[in-house]
């Protein structure tokens, strides 16, 4: 079993939709929770992160975390087109040492966004 | 400010020979991360350098190797390549050093796509 599971898709919306993204995890030490957009022929770019548990809202985007469930969730609002893309969620643990560098990342979900 | 730059972006080799990727990071960043991207596994560690030194390393066999210089630019190399090497090769600078705690923000490039015929 990964230590992250995300199911890869593809899903496919409408324009304007409420799009979840989620994955789950299975390390109990992971503190910091991350979404990463990638376009196709590019590399991932952080969307936003998160400390341990809780809701952190940037613009159309909300990330939640659920320590006690190993469960971390990304919503889109008013999906556009542009948000066309595989989203990929990233998890490390916490504190300081050589192994705290390393990012777990769930395989990501496609998603296409119609207009 | 210049990202994360890494070169070549495309190589097409074949079984046996080897290759080596180079990654530019940004003007600042000591940290140097390198992963492997395929359909089937996502992203997957290879390793981890800072300051010349490498801190970490994921479940790759000994023919996946690297190397960080003084001016933190780093290169890997994968030697007697198999098919199964063909992948998308990502490098990602951070500023976290090694008393850093907190999440490691990693920015990537645009990665280097290797062909193994």
């Known amino acids: 079993q990964k230590e992250v599971e995300q199911d890869p898709g593809p899903l496919s919306v409408p324009e304007g939709a409420i799009v979840s993204l989620n994955c789950t995890y299975s390390?109990?030490?992971?503190?910091?929770f991350m979404w990463y957009r990638q376009y196709s022929r590019k590399g991932p770019e952080l969307l936003m992160y998160?400390?341990?548990?809780g809701n952190k809202e940037d613009g159309r985007f909300t990330a939640q975390v659920d320590k006690s469930s190993k469960y971390i969730s990304l919503f889109i609002r008013d999906s556009q087109p542009s948000d066309s893309a595989t989203y990929l969620c990233?998890?490390?643990?916490?504190?300081?040492?050589?192994?705290?560098?390393?990012?777990?990342f769930g395989r990501g979900t496609q998603l296409t966004v119609w207009p | 400010k210049a990202g994360v730059t890494q070169t070549p972006r495309y190589l097409i080799k074949t079984r046996g020979q080897q290759v080596t990727l180079s990654c530019s990071p940004i003007?600042?960043?000591?940290?140097v991360s390198w992963y492997q991207q395929t359909p089937g596994q996502g992203l997957q560690f290879l390793f981890e350098?800072?300051?010349?030194?490498?801190?970490n390393k994921g479940n790759f066999p000994g023919r996946f190797s690297g190397r960080q210089f003084s001016n933190s630019r780093s290169e890997m190399n994968v030697s007697t390549l198999e098919l199964g090497d063909s992948a998308l090769y990502l490098c990602?600078?951070?500023?976290?050093?090694?008393?850093?705690?907190?999440?490691?923000?990693?920015?990537f490039g645009a990665g280097s796509r290797l062909t193994v015929l």
């Open positions: 990602a600078s951070s500023l976290r050093d090694r008393l850093s705690s907190g999440a490691n923000v990693l920015t």
């Open positions: 390390n109990s030490a992971f503190q910091y």
């Open positions: 998160t400390y341990s548990s």
């Open positions: 990233a998890m490390s643990a916490n504190g300081r040492g050589s192994t705290l560098g390393r990012l777990y």
């Open positions: 003007s600042g960043h000591r940290s």
């Open positions: 350098y800072f300051s010349e030194t490498q801190r």
